[in-house]
């Protein structure tokens, strides 16, 4: 194979090993198949170029139009002309394919599903890459630059996935890279020719080999400049690689926020995050014009209390509240019964007809909680943790026409403060604060509750105290930020928004044990002269909703000025009494609606966290799913494997080390070859103690030298002498007369090393000896044998073809 075909399969073999720190991020990985088939075409058509030869501005430019010929191929074949050549069709549909992979990006944490957006920008990425790589090292003949390109791949991999890019990526990664530089430098040492003045390969480094005949055409004792830059370019790239990752800012939402550390499992209906609404929900309320989002009728009368939830916050690092990685499912339908709503609490069934503006386009589906029913068209899939609906895909809220069936909850005060403990596994998950929180805010949440004799007690207090005895103010001018120094500067100055309200009252009802979260959406709205209720992009909303089993998920109203306050926290209500005005106007329900099957309502994964309340969670013991027994053992297979590549220069040390010394030599031919063996192992012991050997030596200088240098006395520096005496009797003596107890000898030598090397020293010599590179030019002999004797039997072959192929003369009449 020519240097350039080793370049071009080692720069794709490069790009797709880089290309795998991806693979954690999208599923299913599918993709990379797509990948690798269009990368290979890609480098056929570079190396198709580079034979010719082109111009290399030519290479490159029929590199780029075949990649977008294929890209077309794959992707929008249908808007192409001829099924590949893009036209003003095709290039909208790449548009907005690129438009909805970012948005999916945004949207769904990793693993996200394997979109059509997210599969494009995906693979055009790799292409990307692997074309700079291909320029870089095959067209340029210039591999170490290419690393940078390949570090990008790796290290925006490993950013996203937030520790999903583990170092077996980066390992698999920085081992595609070196194969790509060990290919430039055996194609440049090609070009060179003979090079005079060190050992021949098969032999060791050091020796000064003669012009003519066998001299070698390997370096010296010193790598040649070319390979050390190499070299030296390698480990920096691989530094920086590592560096970079841990570097790189943590950005909340979707695949560009850390998966974190919640309980969500990642099942295998996919996982989702909540694009971060907090984002934009300030500046939504500082519009100049109050745009409707949404529009929608309903059976109830009062509709004070009916907020349009979006998404529930669950996770507080000590930066940000955040919505936890969470298992999602198509919609069922009917949607399972809340979690820790029992059968005393008095419930309303509700039904509201919604109507999305065209301009509002969200993936999250705004409803009342908790929703029973959900009748809508289009791509929506089902969040069961937090009762959340989610576009799948391309699908968002704009123009959306759906109908939800809710249940208005109405529990009593008495019923709160009677609440029993929330379940463990509930409690540990949602009573999480950071150890960054200042012990102020708990001393400011204990002195505020003073008094209170049970939860409901204190969370009523803390909304009492936010809404009207702290003396706060509504300002949505007021810096939105959202940790704990956030939260901190918003308990001294008391002035802000829903979010600090809604964030603050969560974390302090957390560091007193109260299960809390936080929801965002939006408020009621205003009820129109139709009777419709109208939503504003300025109702946007965030506010706490804190467990009491029972009544499940309860909401609280801290912002003053904004919202309504519960009925259930005013002390002129009356107690277990649900108030006339919210009342529906038909078909209402006091009974709660029958529950779903288990199979329907909850994932074995959630039970297994507690999530599906205490019912539920006692199913979970008796679940007998688990993983696919072959990707058990695939995956262990494949951790073997990596756990033995960094164990492999010991490995093969030891091998060669036992089969030189382990054969008896019973014929006077196996102990010569014995002895030389032996001498060869203490000569590569050396080597491996950093004596470099020199073969341009007699045995018996050679022995001197690694005395000396190896710092060796006594006994084993006696051996080393014995067995250079007998390599000296089996190569020069008439009649030759191996020597006995080799073995012995060599472990002498061994042993005196190992005494006299320091501790770094010996462990270099263990699990990175330097004779194992002895292993390395053994395969290259022999693929180089095996090559050349493939191409002369082909010859041959192909000669003998030719001779019996080619038509006779006929003889003349």
């Not at 993709?31 to 690798?36: E, G, N, P, R, Y």
């Not at 992707?75 to 290039?91: K, S």
């Not at 005393?344 to 929703?371: C, D, H």
């Not at 089902?382 to 759906?402: F, H, I, K, S």
Request: contains cysteine; aromatic residues 6%; hydrophobic residues 40%.
């Amino acid at each position: 194979m020519s240097g350039r075909g080793r370049l071009t399969l080692g720069a794709y073999a490069a790009t797709l090993m880089a290309a795998g720190a991806l693979l954690p991020l999208v599923s299913p990985s599918t993709w990379i198949f797509t990948a690798a088939i269009l990368l290979a075409v890609q480098s056929g058509v570079g190396a198709w170029a580079r034979r010719v030869p082109l111009a290399r501005p030519v290479t490159l430019l029929l590199q780029l139009v075949a990649t977008l010929l294929l890209l077309t191929l794959v992707f929008v074949r249908e808007q192409a002309a001829l099924g590949f050549l893009p036209g003003p069709e095709a290039w909208a549909r790449f548009v907005a394919l690129f438009q909805a992979g970012a948005e999916d990006v945004g949207t769904y944490a990793t693993p996200a599903p394997d979109t059509e957006g997210i599969r494009l920008m995906v693979v055009s990425g790799v292409l990307l890459i692997g074309l700079l790589v291909d320029t870089l090292a095959v067209t340029f003949r210039n591999a170490a630059p290419a690393g940078l390109p390949l570090l990008a791949l790796y290290s925006v991999a490993a950013g996203l996935s937030d520790g999903g890019a583990s170092w077996i990526w980066f390992l698999v990664a920085a081992t595609g890279y070196l194969l790509l530089l060990l290919a430039e430098g055996r194609d440049r040492l090609s070009q060179w020719g003979r090079v005079f003045g060190g050992a021949a390969r098969t032999g060791r480094p050091g020796a000064g080999g003669s012009g003519g005949g066998s001299g070698g055409s390997a370096s010296g004792g010193k790598a040649f400049a070319p390979v050390r830059t190499g070299r030296r370019i390698g480990v920096v790239a691989m530094g920086v690689a590592l560096v970079v990752p841990a570097a790189l800012p943590s950005l909340s939402g979707g695949l560009f926020g850390g998966a974190g550390d919640g309980p969500g499992d990642r099942g295998k209906g996919g996982t989702i995050s909540a694009v971060n609404p907090l984002v934009s929900l300030q500046d939504n309320l500082r519009q100049p014009e109050d745009r409707e989002v949404l529009r929608y009728r309903t059976n109830a009368t009062d509709t004070s209390g009916m907020y349009l939830r979006l998404v529930a916050l669950d996770q507080f690092d000590g930066t940000s509240w955040k919505s936890s990685v969470r298992p999602i499912e198509d919609v069922p339908e009917r949607l399972p019964r809340p979690t820790g709503l029992g059968d005393g609490i008095r419930t309303v069934e509700v039904t509201s007809n919604f109507v999305a503006a065209q301009t509002y386009q969200q993936k999250w589906l705004p409803m009342p909680y908790p929703a029973d029913r959900v009748e809508i068209d289009g791509r929506w899939r089902y969040e069961p943790a937090g009762r959340m609906l989610v576009g799948d895909d391309e699908q968002n809220t704009a123009g959306a026409r759906y109908t939800v069936t809710s249940l208005d909850v109405r529990p009593t005060a008495e019923q709160l403060a009677a609440a029993p403990p929330a379940p463990d596994a509930l409690r540990a998950e949602y009573t999480k604060v950071p150890d960054s929180m200042p012990q102020e805010v708990r001393a400011t949440a204990l002195q505020v509750t003073k008094g209170a004799r049970n939860d409901y007690e204190r969370a009523v207090k803390l909304q009492d105290w936010f809404t009207v005895d702290g003396g706060f103010r509504y300002d949505v001018d007021v810096d939105s930020g959202t940790g704990v120094q956030a939260i901190t500067r918003f308990l001294e100055r008391r002035e802000g928004f829903c979010v600090h309200f809604s964030f603050s009252m969560a974390a302090m009802a957390r560091s007193m044990g109260i299960p809390a979260r936080v929801a965002v959406g939006f408020m009621p709205g205003s009820r129109q002269s139709d009777g419709t209720m109208s939503v504003g992009i300025r109702d946007a909303h965030a506010w706490p909703e804190l467990y009491f089993e029972g009544a499940g998920w309860t909401r609280f109203e801290p912002t003053p000025s904004r919202g309504s306050t519960p009925e259930y926290t005013r002390e002129q209500s009356p107690v277990g009494t649900p108030t006339e005005s919210a009342q529906p106007s038909t078909s209402t329900s006091a009974a709660p609606s029958a529950a779903p099957r288990t199979s329907e309502g909850c994932p074995a994964q959630l039970r297994a966290q507690g999530d599906c309340g205490q019912e539920e969670a006692g199913a979970a013991a008796s679940d007998g799913g688990g993983p696919d027994p072959l990707t058990v053992v695939l995956v262990a297979l494949g951790v073997a494997l990596l756990l033995a590549l960094p164990l492999s220069p010991l490995l093969c040390r030891t091998r060669v080390r036992n089969r030189r010394l382990g054969s008896s030599g019973r014929t006077a031919e196996e102990a010569v070859a014995r002895t030389l063996a032996a001498w060869r192992e203490i000569g590569d012991t050396a080597w491996d103690h950093g004596v470099v050997p020199d073969e341009s030596m007699t045995p018996r200088k050679t022995a001197a030298r690694i005395v000396r240098l190896g710092g060796l006395e006594g006994e084993p520096a006696n051996a080393v002498h014995r067995v250079a005496r007998g390599v000296e009797q089996v190569l020069y003596a008439p009649e030759p007369r191996p020597g006995t107890g080799l073995a012995d000898e060599v472990s002498l030598v061994r042993a005196g090393f190992a005494t006299t090397a320091t501790r770094g020293a010996r462990l270099r010599a263990l699990l990175l000896p330097r004779s194992a590179v002895r292993v390395i030019w053994t395969a290259s002999a022999r693929w180089s044998s095996t090559t050349t004797r493939w191409r002369t039997h082909r010859e041959s072959l192909t000669s003998r073809l030719t001779t019996r192929l080619r038509p006779k003369p006929t003889p003349d009449a």
